[in-house]
Each structure stands twice: as C-alpha cells, then as structure tokens.
Antibody, heavy 120, light 109 residues
C-alpha cells in the first residue's frame, strides 16, 4: 500500500520560503509510471494544483505560481520536496502531496496534508 | 476563480440520485478524457472516486458513476447514503496543467 507523508514547518514568516518534504513508502519515486505532485487548499476553499515532478527531474508548474515554485526529488531518500518563495498570507493552506498517474493525470494516492500558516 | 465550474451545493434524500456538473472548455474537459472526481470529508484528504471520465477505482462503490458531454462532465451518485455527504471536486487535464473545479458541497437531507 502506497503511503505519502508531508513534513515541514507549520509556520512561515511573510517574504520567506516555505519548504515541505513528502516521504513515499510502499512505492518508488524512481518509477516512470507516476508524477509526484503538490496540491494546496486554503482554509474553507477549494483545491489548487501547484505542480509535479517526474522521476527524470522534469517539472511542470501552475502558471500562476511558476515564478515562486521549485519541486525537486531525492531518489536516495524516496522523497520529493516543495519550495515556495516570497510567501504571503494568501499562501496559508493545507498542503498535500499526491501521486499522479503518468499521462492520464489523476491523483490516486494522497498524503494526509499539512497546514502551513504564513504569519509574522 | 476556478477554471472549472461546479455548483456550490447540491442536496438529496437518502435513496435518491444526484448529479454534480463540472463545466470547462474545449481546452480542458472537452478536449481530453482526463476528467477525475474526488470526495473530501471534513478534515480529510481527497479520495479518488472516478478517473478518465467514467472509470471507478477498485473499492469505490458502483453507486458512483461519471460521464461527459461536450465541455461538461458529470458525477452521478445513486442510492444516496448519509456517508456520501462531503465535498466533491472535479479535475481536468489541460494542455499545460491540471485544473480543479471550485467544489460542490453535497448534503444528504
């Protein structure tokens, strides 16, 4: 059974960089069958796709966040990570990592989510 | 504002059927058969219910079904049960990204 677990600071100051890691168990981030994705959900609002990374290192980001987002993968630790720079209160959200099926674009496994609050 | 349009809320009584729509454009819903649907209970992560327009993952009840006509996809839940009360989100691939709908709150009366 595939499991994903987000980790990282729950509080980030405005203008700083949000950093989260997703640890995958029961599956491999080196598999060519999946994208490894980040999705967020502001409190009381809907889902927003942030972007994904493929095992090869290729990435694809939401155009509205592209200038501030970096997703990377560490195959030795079976993890992938999210960095979001220059955060504001609008970036306060529950951040989910998820596995996305390659070329058919659906999310079949999700982490439990982690709340990140941007506040001084 | 979400790229995919869903009704904010729908409701139905136990045993009834309801349909949630997801309207996009020819660049997303209408252009690809990569529409998926997710169920989210409060405080929980979303759960995949339908993928590639009309396919159900193993373990998802056959009371859930999906379809698409033109630029609008639909999720139908038949034989409503109290446990179906949740938020539902559609998602579609576009040529350069993935889009979600704004979500629909389903109330079982």
């Amino acid at each position: 059974q595939v499991q994903l677990q987000e980790s990282g600071p729950g509080l980030v100051k405005p203008s700083e960089t949000l950093s989260l890691t997703c640890t995958v168990s029961g599956g491999s981030v080196s598999s060519g069958s999946y994208y490894w994705s980040w999705i967020r959900q502001p409190p009381g609002k809907g889902l927003e796709w942030i972007g994904y990374i493929y095992y090869s290192g290729s990435t694809n980001y939401n155009p509205s966040l592209k200038s501030r987002v970096t997703i990377s993968v560490d195959t030795s630790k079976n993890q992938f990570s999210l960095k979001l720079s220059s955060v504001t209160a609008a970036d306060t959200a529950v951040y989910y990592c998820a596995r996305e099926q390659w070329l058919v674009y659906y999310f079949d496994y999700w982490g439990q989510g982690t709340l990140v609050t941007v506040s001084s | 504002q979400s790229a995919l349009t869903q009704p904010a809320s729908v409701s139905g009584s136990p045993g009834q059927s309801i349909t949630i729509s997801c309207t996009g454009t020819s660049s997303d819903v209408g252009g690809y058969n990569y529409v998926s649907w997710y169920q989210q209970h409060p405080g929980k992560a979303p759960k995949l219910m339908i993928y590639e327009v009309s396919n159900r993952p193993s373990g998802v009840s056959n009371r859930f079904s999906g379809s698409k006509s033109g630029n609008t996809a639909s999720l139908t839940i038949s034989g409503l049960q109290a446990e179906d009360e949740a938020d539902y989100y559609c998602s579609s691939y576009t040529s350069s990204s993935t889009q979600f709908g704004g979500g629909t709150k389903l109330t079982v009366l």
